[in-house]
């Protein structure tokens, strides 16, 4: 089972998160159909939200989201993680697939691109109230990328390593996935952290240890001298887990117009909804998107939908409409 284990090194003066993320990456590869570079970039985007939710979050009703785009062929790819251990996400063209890097590694950089920015946006509980910071994308590797988050918007140095292998053969079965963030908090001895440096970079594959020991020897031999002390009692189970539901699925249908939902009902007996946060597939029978009845206002140009009566719209008067025109909502 994917886990979390947390704990300090160096009396204290320094944080260590790590996580197994093997079995959550494996099966959100399988319900998005992809290969090992597009799986590989998915997996550590995923491992990293797990990772920076506990690192910037305080209530496990918060969640963070972790955007990069950088241009590259996979469109982008986004996760979304919390508290409570749940993680879902999708890369835009989940088929991406590049060759090898000269030195034989997935292309991940390549797919991701660099011409671009890691965003992190955390909702804060009750309200949902949203804070955004981003960065210039260093390397399109994940691992860096958040590792200069974490130093640019933070302000807090740290070491970062994710990975995803895979197993032999064209089948794409992931072998181990996880990652580390290692962060020396204020009042750490320098001769500590030149140690830290030296068992990092003395560090061999993380997913070569995950496969062959465990998440606790991954920690151990990172903080080698330093005193590994665990704060997780119990490991804290991690799972890819979305929240959509048949009722997201029918409003997903209320965004296109009247016509265009009879049209589905006549051609096709009803309509298919894909979460792109997880794959899943709902079917809505006729009964139900006629049941999509609330009075609703739209664009008088490209009949966008801007608001529907008793639900609640993400638009405001005098924003603009995809199209350029300017919303004038009921009073």
């Known amino acids: 089972m994917s886990h979390l284990l947390r704990g300090v090194a160096a009396d204290g003066t320094v944080r260590v998160i790590a996580a197994d993320t093997t079995d959550l990456v494996r099966d959100a590869l399988a319900r998005h159909a992809m290969g090992a570079t597009a799986g590989a970039a998915l997996g550590r985007t995923l491992t990293a939200a797990i990772l920076l939710s506990h690192v910037l979050l305080k ?10 785009d950088g241009g590259g062929p996979l469109g982008g790819v986004i996760a979304d993680a919390g508290l409570d251990g749940t993680v879902r996400g999708y890369a835009k063209e989940p088929s991406t697939e590049l060759p090898l890097r000269p030195d034989g590694k997935l292309d991940v950089g390549g797919a991701v691109g660099r011409a671009g920015e890691i965003e992190v946006i955390r909702s804060t509980a009750p309200y949902g109230d949203q804070y955004a910071s981003s960065v210039r994308l260093v390397s399109g590797e994940i ?31 992931v072998r181990a996935a996880g990652g580390v963030v ?20 003395a560090f061999g594959q993380l997913t070569d240890v995950l496969h062959e020991g465990s ?24 799972v890819f887990a979305c ?12 965004y ?9 009902i006549d051609e096709d007996g009803g309509a298919e909804v894909i979460c792109h946060w997880c794959g899943e597939r709902r079917w809505a029978d006729p009964a139900a998107i006629r049941s999509l009845v609330h009075p609703e206002v739209r664009c008088p140009d490209c009949d966008a939908l801007w608001y529907r009566v008793g639900v609640t719209t993400m638009v405001r008067d ?10 004038v909502l009921p009073s």
Do not use: Y
Request: with cysteine; charged share 25%.
């Open 215 to 238: 998440l606790l020897a991954a920690m151990t031999e990172l903080t080698w001298g330093l005193g590994l002390e665990l704060l997780t009692r119990d490991a804290l189970p991690l």
């Open 143 to 173: 691992a860096e990328d958040v590792a200069a988050f974490l130093v640019g918007s933070e302000q807090v140095a740290s070491a970062v390593l994710l990975g995803v292998s895979f197993g032999p053969g064209p089948l794409h079965e």
């Open 59 to 68: 209530d496990h009703r918060d969640r963070v989201t972790l955007k990069l």
């Open 243 to 254: 929240r959509c539901s048949d009722e997201k699925a029918l409003e997903a249908l209320a």
């Open 256 to 264: 296109f117009s009247p016509s265009e939902r009879d049209q589905m």
């Open 318 to 327: 005098d924003e603009r409409c995809a199209c350029g025109r300017t919303l």
């Open 182 to 201: 290692l962060q020396p908090l204020p009042g750490a001895d320098p001769a500590a952290i030149d140690l830290l440096e030296a068992n990092v970079a």
